[in-house]
């Protein structure tokens, strides 16, 4: 089964600047699809990007941007302009063509006003 | 409006008994999951479904079983040979493989 690795598990960013979460997954696969989830105190489970892996181009959602590098396996998010809102944790999560979708363990992201 | 019911919030249980989980969607999805999140770890997979009375283990599914008997109910039973657990269960449905998975509120269970 796929593996996915979040190396960070604790990252901290100041209000109005820039943060990057880590994700490396391991498969053998060409064709899957990958998310970022934000999971807040209320344990919630909430939609932050997602791409597909035949697309070359990054994904964005207005201040939440991936870095998506296929040769590399490496899937990283972007939070620009960081709000005390976006304090949480995310996973990186990667599902391939048969539904099978598995987590990383996550990385906890502190906002400091 | 259409979502994805887990019930109940919290359930507690003896040890040696086994119980069931609810999780009930009506979005029309094909695919279930439950996952299992303990304190300050990530989500791990149980089981999936991709249609009805079809199911596949994932990483974790000693001591679990789940049944697909319609479209709209995927539940989970937590039986005794499960050795430790106690920890927050998500239940989740999709649609098509970009779609993301929509999530449930999760169930508490705490055996004792």
């Known amino acids: 089964a796929q593996t996915v690795t979040q190396s960070q598990p604790e990252m901290s960013v100041q209000e109005a600047e820039t943060v990057t979460l880590s994700c490396t997954y391991d498969?053998?696969?060409?064709?899957?699809?990958l998310f970022w989830y934000k999971q807040p105190p209320s344990r919630q489970m909430i939609l932050v990007i997602r791409?597909?892996?035949?697309?070359?181009q990054n994904a964005t959602e207005n201040r939440f941007s991936v870095n998506f590098q296929k040769a590399a396996k490496s899937f990283s998010l972007k939070i620009s302009d960081s709000q005390l809102g976006d304090a949480a944790m995310y996973f990186c999560a990667y599902r391939s063509d048969d539904n099978d979708m598995r987590f990383g363990a996550g990385t906890r992201l502190t906002v400091k006003p | 409006d259409g979502g994805i019911t887990q019930s109940p919030k919290y359930l507690f249980r003896k040890e040696g008994q086994n119980v069931t989980l609810s999780c009930e969607q009506n979005?029309?999805?094909?695919?279930m999951y439950w996952y299992r999140q303990d304190p300050g770890q990530g989500l791990r997979l149980i089981y999936y479904s991709q249609i009805v009375n079809d199911f596949q283990k994932g990483d974790i599914a000693e001591g679990y079983s789940v049944s697909r008997e319609k479209k709209e109910s995927f539940p989970l039973t937590v039986t005794s040979a499960q050795k430790n657990p106690t920890a927050f269960y998500l239940c989740?449905?999709?649609?098509?493989?970009?779609?993301?998975?929509?999530f449930g509120n999760g169930t508490r269970l705490t055996v004792t």
């Open positions: 791409q597909e892996a035949y697309k070359q």
């Open positions: 498969t053998s696969e060409s064709d899957y699809y």
């Open positions: 989740a449905s999709s649609a098509l493989l970009i779609s993301p998975l929509h």
């Open positions: 979005l029309n999805h094909d695919a």
